[in-house]
């Protein structure tokens, strides 16, 4: 810790106690060691142990000198270099600095002046090897050949060019980027926030057009026709208990005929064939007459072989074949 | 034992498609039911990764919603895994440099359509252009009523495209058919001029007619009606707010229904069927049929190579 960090913290502490002052026992002690602290301080910072003195040598010699052999093969050097320390490398050099500058001028010119000469010539010599070697270095080195030499201000045509690569390269990335991104967003269009004529007509058809889940021989159903027809079909069906044969019968006419007369239409023959015609989809489960309720949905399987012939015959007989409605 | 090698590596990572007690078969009607894989066997760039997700989203619920592919699956071994999967339609989504298309093809044995998409919008755009995007809880539970128009039944190709579109839902039986599932709608729908085919998926919402707005919107949300600037309750009903502004359509569009159907639809009173849309949106062109799964004679082909 420095002298004036000392004393700051005194001037700290002593304001803590004033502070404290009232109604505390300690305070006395505070005092005494305040005082401790102001008698201590002179003897700290001008006289240094002899222990703390060796440990500056040593590292001032770690620092002077570039290599420990260095050191170790001039050991005349140590006696210079602890008058050297002596005089400069006090442990609180900056306090020694600012509160006893004219001692040390006196001190320093009570020594002989032979010593202060061994010191600069030391640092001329190998004080600063590192220094000096590095110096040489520096100047011995030729330009080098690449692209950047050593000094970047000597190159500045280069830098130049350097980035001037980079932004092209840059551009060309950016560019094929954006090409890809063209590529992968082509024919994705944002609807527009209002709904044109076209999307209106197109709505129009939807709630006026005909569903296509039902063969092409039945008349053309509408979404609403088709919600009023299963209303209407299902509306006979009230009251009627298909599990039982008898119910299952009367059902089957009253909805073929809510049906019927839902779409405008009388009723043709039977238009029923087994739906698992198509040869091409005979899965075991997908087989109809594995159903649990197979007998019960047709009952009447007339021309079921009629069928498999003409649907083996043709890929589109066999399409139209899947198709055909089932009651 | 390297054939068995070979296979092991070709796997394709799939969860089941529905759940396990689900039959390949409806158990009301004995029908087959349709069930489709949407892939793709590329990397696909982002909107179109986000595009092939709507469509999964839009074959729902018999579809493989999370089916991941890889880079070494060939489409043997889609094939493989949809023979014990009951799969029946592959829809494959294909980007080159060019154009983005889309095959949907019947499995086993095909035949494959080929379509060029010339515009697509993603549910999320469409979504973000609506003031109020609809989606209901259950919107994807059932699947959608599919709607096609002006492809009529001269021409061979057409007829084909609307027997594959037609098959890819599953039938339905009105009598047995329960009205709160049919809650989309997809309509394809085909310009004989340019040839392009829209492809639009909208939620169906029924609303019941003659009723005034304010009426229904108390109905529907149980909040307390703001009355402050009203004079007396009485008011509250009798006053005409704004009207519909497409009052005079629903009187084509409006049903009448036997059962009720959530709180504001009941019985016997009517409803207005409305379609919103949610997405994806798509334009697109017939350029190709195919005999086979992805290979074979081609049956017709936009650019006249062949026939």
């Known amino acids: 810790m420095s002298a004036r960090e000392e004393g700051h913290g005194m001037a700290m502490a002593e304001r803590g106690t004033g502070k404290r002052r009232v109604g505390k026992s300690s305070k006395k002690g505070g005092k005494t060691k305040r005082n401790y602290k102001f008698k201590a301080l002179p003897p700290s910072s001008a006289k240094v142990s002899v222990k703390d003195k060796k440990l500056f040598k040593k590292r001032a010699r770690d620092y002077n000198s570039d290599e420990d052999d260095e050191a170790s093969k001039q050991p005349e050097v140590t006696i210079r270099e602890k008058i050297f320390t002596d005089a400069n490398m006090g442990p609180n050099y900056d306090e020694i600095e600012e509160e006893q500058f004219s001692d040390r001028d006196e001190n320093s010119d009570g020594e002989d002046h032979g010593e202060i000469h061994s010191g600069i010539t030391r640092f001329a010599a190998d004080g600063c090897s590192a220094f000096r070697t590095a110096f040489k270095a520096i100047m011995k080195k030729t330009k080098g050949d690449d692209t950047l030499g050593p000094v970047l201000s000597a190159h500045k045509h280069l830098i130049a060019e350097k980035l001037a690569e980079e932004e092209a390269e840059w551009k060309a990335k950016s560019q094929a980027r954006k090409a890809k991104h063209l590529v992968a967003e082509k024919g994705h269009v944002k609807p527009a926030s209002y709904l044109d004529s076209h999307e209106k007509i197109l709505i129009g058809v939807a709630t006026k057009g005909v569903l296509t889940q039902f063969p092409p021989s039945t008349p053309g159903i509408t979404v609403v026709k088709l919600f009023n027809a299963v209303n209407k079909a299902q509306h006979a069906q009230k009251g009627l208990n298909p599990s039982r044969s008898k119910d299952a019968k009367v059902l089957k006419k009253r909805r073929k005929e809510a049906f019927f007369s839902e779409l405008g239409k009388t009723s043709k023959g039977d238009s029923k064939a087994q739906t698992s015609s198509n040869p091409n989809g005979d899965e075991a489960p997908a087989w109809a007459p594995l159903c649990d309720n197979y007998m019960l949905a047709n009952p009447k399987l007339k021309d079921w072989d009629r069928k498999q012939e003409t649907s083996e015959g043709d890929d589109f007989a066999a399409m139209s074949g899947d198709e055909s409605y089932e009651d | ?307």
């Open chain 2, 1 to 307: 034992m390297g054939r068995f090698k070979s296979n092991k590596k070709g796997r394709v990572n799939v969860k089941p498609i529905v759940k396990k007690n689900q039959a390949n078969v409806d158990h009301v009607t004995g029908d087959k039911i349709p069930k489709s894989f949407v892939f793709s066997r590329m990397k696909l760039p982002g909107p179109v990764r986000q595009l092939q997700m709507d469509l999964r989203k839009l074959m729902l619920p018999y579809t493989a919603l999370s089916l991941k592919e890889k880079k070494r699956n060939t489409l043997r071994d889609f094939l493989n895994v949809s023979g014990p999967m009951g799969v029946t339609h592959f829809l494959m989504l294909a980007k080159t440099a060019s154009a983005l298309s889309l095959r949907v093809a019947r499995t086993p044995q095909g035949p494959t359509l080929t379509f060029k998409i010339h515009q697509y919008s993603l549910a999320s755009d469409i979504a973000q252009s609506q003031l109020r995007p609809r989606c209901p809880q259950d919107l994807f539970k059932s699947p959608p009523l599919i709607v096609l128009s002006g492809f009529g039944s001269q021409e061979l190709h057409l007829k084909l495209a609307t027997i594959m579109f037609q098959n890819i839902f599953p039938a339905i039986d009105i009598n047995t058919v329960k009205l709160s599932t049919c809650q989309r709608l997809v309509l394809l729908n085909y310009n004989k001029d340019t040839k392009l085919i829209d492809f639009r998926h909208y939620s169906i919402r029924l609303q019941p007619v003659g009723v005034s707005r304010r009426i229904r919107k108390f109905v529907q949300n149980h909040q307390v009606p703001d009355l402050r600037n009203l004079q007396d309750v009485s008011d509250f009903v009798t006053k005409a707010g704004y009207g519909s502004e497409s009052e005079g359509d629903e009187e084509a569009a409006t049903v009448t229904l036997s059962s009720d159907l959530g709180r504001v639809n009941r019985s016997s009173t009517k409803s207005a069927v409305k379609l919103q849309e949610i997405g994806p949106r798509m334009t697109m062109q017939l350029v190709k049929v195919e005999e086979g799964l992805c290979s074979g004679g081609i049956i017709f082909s936009e650019y006249g190579k062949s026939c």
